[in-house]
C-alpha cells in the first residue's frame, strides 16, 4: 500500500540518526570513559556502524573490540552514563530538515511520538536542549518496554499508547532496526538517507520510502 492510501493518523519518529546527529556525543563519552579505565580508544568508524541497538550494545561492543576483560562490564556501563549524561547534546546536532519536517507532519494531522532505543534518561535531556521536546505528545526510551528495536513490542506499544492502528502509523527512522520493527509490528516505514545503519545502504532494509530531509515526507503524504 502507498503511504498515501495508508491514511496515518500518526508517526513514530526515532532519535539518534534520524533527527540528531549523536556520533559525537558516543565519541565524547566512550573516550573519557575508556580513559578512567586505561582503555585503548575506539574509532569513530566503529562507533558510526554499532549505533542503534541501545547503548548497552553499543558499549558491551566497544569493550570487545579493545579486548577488555569481562570485569570491566560494569565499571565501563558506570563511568559511561555518568560522562554521557555530563555532556549529553554538547557533541550533537540536529540534521537539517527535521524541525521543518516535525512541523509539517503535525499539519498533515499526525499525532507524533519520539521511540529511541537510546536510554529515557539520555533522550528527554537531548530532545529538550535541542528545543525538540514540544512537537512530541509521548517519548519513549530503550529501557521503557522489555525488548528494544528491532523487536516490534516497543512500536505496539507505542500504537497502543496512541490508540491508533499500526497500519495507520508510520515509523520514521535510519536504520534496519527501524525497518524490521516496523515490519514486524504491521507500520509502514520511511527510512533517511544519512544517519547509521551499520555501515549498509538503507535501501537494504526496504522501506516504503527514503528521504534525504525529513521535511522530504508530508509530501510523499499528500500524494
Ligand atoms: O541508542 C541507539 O543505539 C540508537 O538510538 P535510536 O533508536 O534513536 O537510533
Ligand atoms: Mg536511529
Not at 549498509?200 to 525529513?214: F, G, M, T, W, Y
Amino acid at each position: 500500500m502507498s503511504l498515501q492510501a495508508a491514511n496515518l493518523a500518526a508517526a513514530i519518529v526515532d532519535l539518534d540518526g534520524t533527527m540528531v546527529d549523536t556520533v559525537g556525543d558516543f565519541e565524547a563519552a566512550i573516550g573519557l570513559a575508556w580513559a578512567d579505565l586505561g582503555l585503548h580508544p575506539v574509532g569513530r568508524d566503529f562507533i558510526v556502524r554499532t549505533v542503534g541497538k541501545g547503548s548497552e550494545h553499543l558499549i558491551a561492543q566497544c569493550l570487545a573490540a579493545v579486548g577488555a576483560p569481562a570485569a570491566l562490564q560494569q565499571p565501563a556501563w558506570e563511568r559511561y552514563q555518568h560522562h554521557y549524561l555530563a555532556i549529553n547534546g554538547r557533541h550533537s546536532a540536529v540534521y537539517p530538515g527535521v524541525v521543518e519536517g516535525l512541523q509539517a507532519l503535525r499539519a498533515a494531522g499526525l499525532r507524533l511520538v519520539c521511540l529511541t532505543n537510546k536510554p529515557g534518561a539520555f533522550a528527554r535531556p537531548l530532545l529538550a536542549s535541542k528545543g525538540l521536546d514540544g512537537h512530541f505528545e509521548l517519548v519513549f526510551g530503550g529501557d521503557a518496554f522489555a525488548h528494544k528495536k528491532p523487536h516490534p513490542l516497543p512500536l505496539l506499544k507505542a500504537c497502543e499508547a496512541l490508540g491508533t492502528p499500526p497500519s495507520r502509523t508510520l515509523m520514521v527512522g535510519d536504520s534496519s532496526n527501524d525497518a524490521a520493527a516496523a515490519r514486524a509490528a504491521g507500520c509502514p516505514v520511511v527510512l533517511v538517507s544519512y544517519g547509521y545503519n551499520h555501515g549498509e545502504p538503507v535501501a537494504s532494509a526496504q522501506p516504503d520510502a527514503i528521504v534525504a530531509r525529513l521535511d522530504a515526507i508530508a509530501p510523499l503524504l499528500a500524494g
